[in-house]
């Protein structure tokens, strides 16, 4: 689930659902990049108004069970998710060749980690929460 922020309530931790362009249609920050106050500062800078982040899932973990960010992720990847990972991906790599090592090791091991991340933060399926 994502939400359109004014850029004015972007806080470090955010992470971003869309990527986001300048005028020109230049990258300035990839989708999935979670934000910090350098790139904040980058995007009023080039005066971008608002973006589109993702929505934090504190409402979905429960108060007695943190989430370990090291932990096994808390489901199998959706084709869903796998798509997603490889749309953020495709973007973050687009200039590089990630069929020749040691790229093809490096978008792996991304990969792997973005899919964990996504399967670790998604809603729980009605099934799941019975």
Excluded: N
């Amino acid at each position: 689930m994502t939400r359109r922020v004014p850029i004015e309530d972007v806080r470090s931790g955010h992470t971003l659902a869309t990527a986001v362009h300048d005028r020109s249609g230049r990258l300035l920050i990839p989708a999935g990049m979670v934000l910090q106050d350098k790139q904040i500062r980058v995007l009023l800078s080039w005066g971008i108004t608002a973006v589109e982040v993702l929505e934090e899932g504190a409402d979905d973990v429960p108060i007695s069970a943190p989430q370990d960010a090291g932990g096994p992720p808390a489901a199998e990847p959706t084709p869903q998710m796998e798509a997603r990972a490889d749309e953020i991906l495709s973007e973050r790599f687009q200039h590089c060749a990630v069929e020749d090592h040691p790229m093809s090791g490096i978008y792996r091991l991304a990969r792997q980690a973005l899919l964990d991340d996504l399967c670790r933060y998604a809603p729980k399926r009605q099934s799941e929460q019975a």
